[in-house]
């Protein structure tokens, strides 16, 4: 078997390990909490939100370690790009999308501030401990608003806490632990091949990032929208995305500036982060601009893949 066959089997390889590793992860993680006595709603605040990132997070903790800062910015950014470009535009190509009030009112304008904020730490396209402490504070600051707005307001629910399951304390503790182990395994296997897939292709293991790990890493979010579209549970696509968007900001693109302080390609916020920006903005116009009640249509979800269709050759036709 040739080099490229064996990087592309790791991707694929590590692509379905990380997304049944995360799920078990993510279930064991919830089970545990639920046995602990911890409530449901929280529960959702914490572990399910956060455990949707956790593919991003584990990916670009093992690229960062292994010194491929590039993979993991670009999977960061990438993945918020794929997120609202594909995820998004798929989702409500298949249903149209309702904007929960909650929704327009609180996480989505604070998304578009945590993009902001994430952009004043790229800028001088340097990722040190300082801009990864803010991040990083930032994500505190964002659960504990979470909670607040859900006590506040609990008729308006921000997560689904419906699909926890319930299981023995033996078997909640085997999956957390056997589904984080297999987490770290497929993340490095993944990374590997995104690796020599970037050294024997001539591409720069920034846009490798950005698309292929960016892509592999959103499988989660992308199988649950569409899902939850197909069973009829249209409102719970958008908030998953908002979530995951503003958790892979303050929690992944942290991760290389704590391991792993350097320089960055000055591509990354010269080109990625205004589209990620850009995207994040025309989220929020659709989501809050007109009449309400809001929705996400078809036509939303047209423009949407059509963008990301659009930076995904752009970034091709520069690496050409």
Known sequence: MSPALYASAAIVVGFILLTWSADRFVGGAAATARNWGISPMLIGLTIVSIGTSAPEILVSLMSAIQGHTDIAVGNAIGSNIVNIGMVLGLTALIAPLPVKPALAKREIPWLVLVTLVAGACLMNSYLGLTESVVLLCGMVLTLYLMIKWQKNHPDEPLTDVDDIETMPSG??????????????????????????????????????????????????????????????????????????????????????????????????????????????????????????????????????????????????????
Not at 250 to 267: C, I, K, R, T
């Open 171 to 320: 078997r909640a503790y085997l999956e957390l632990v056997g589904g984080l182990v297999l987490l770290l395994i497929s993340a490095q296997i993944l990374v590997w091949g995104a690796k020599e897939i970037a050294l024997l292709m001539g591409i720069s293991e920034l846009i490798i990032g950005l698309t292929v790990v960016a892509i592999g890493t959103s499988l989660p979010e992308l199988a649950a929208s569409v899902a939850s579209a197909m069973r009829g549970h249209h409102d719970i696509a958008l908030g998953n995305v908002v979530g995951s968007n503003i958790f892979n900001l303050l929690a992944v693109l942290a991760m290389p500036g704590l391991v792993a302080p350097g320089p960055l390609d000055e591509q990354v916020f010269a080109r990625d982060y205004p589209v990620m920006l850009g995207l994040t903005v025309l989220l929020a116009v659709m989501a809050m601009v007109g009449k309400k009640p809001k929705k996400l249509g078809r036509f939303a979800g047209i423009i949407l893949l059509a963008s990301y269709a659009g930076y995904a050759t752009w970034l091709y036709l520069q690496a050409a």
